[in-house]
């Protein structure tokens, strides 16, 4: 796709500290980065949105990313812990619309974390949760790719 830094990376037409390539995949050091060694992991086809991210590919993005994580781990980097994140969509903060899967190297007091929003503590009671649950599984069969 035309005007996507992340299929530039892929095609080599950008710099990137490439971690990791495959056919599949290509992973690289994220150039503002929340950590030392945050790593982005991208298909090589753009994709957009995981709605349209075929589900082989998907699940190949978060074998690399757990290979990379065990790097991660043994790199000398500093990493007592690590967060997966894939934003889908604007509200969601996602920036670049090409499907990327961040590996975040977490240590206390890094400063970064996820927060919660003001209704958090109000816990749903069960019937609310049931009645999701089924509107949500009621709609799988629709889902498959």
Do not use: W
Request: glycine share 8%; hydrophobic share 40%.
């Amino acid at each position: 796709m035309s005007n996507c830094i992340f299929c530039d990376i892929v095609g080599g037409r950008a710099p990137a500290s490439i971690v990791f390539r495959d056919e599949v995949c290509c992973s690289f050091m994220d150039t503002q980065p929340l950590n030392p060694g945050h790593v982005l992991i991208v298909p090589n086809k753009h994709v957009a949105s995981i709605d349209d991210l075929d589900e082989t590919i998907g699940g190949h993005l978060f074998a690399i990313a757990q290979r990379i994580t065990r790097a991660l781990r043994r790199s000398g980097v500093r990493c007592e812990g690590v967060n997966l994140f894939l934003a889908d969509g604007e509200a969601a903060g996602q920036e670049v619309f090409h499907v990327h899967l961040h590996i975040f190297p977490r240590f206390s007091n890094d400063g970064f974390g996820l927060r919660p929003g003001p209704s958090y503590s109000k816990l749903p009671a069960r019937d609310q949760l049931d009645d999701l649950a089924a509107a949500i599984r009621a709609r799988l069969a629709d889902a498959s790719p």
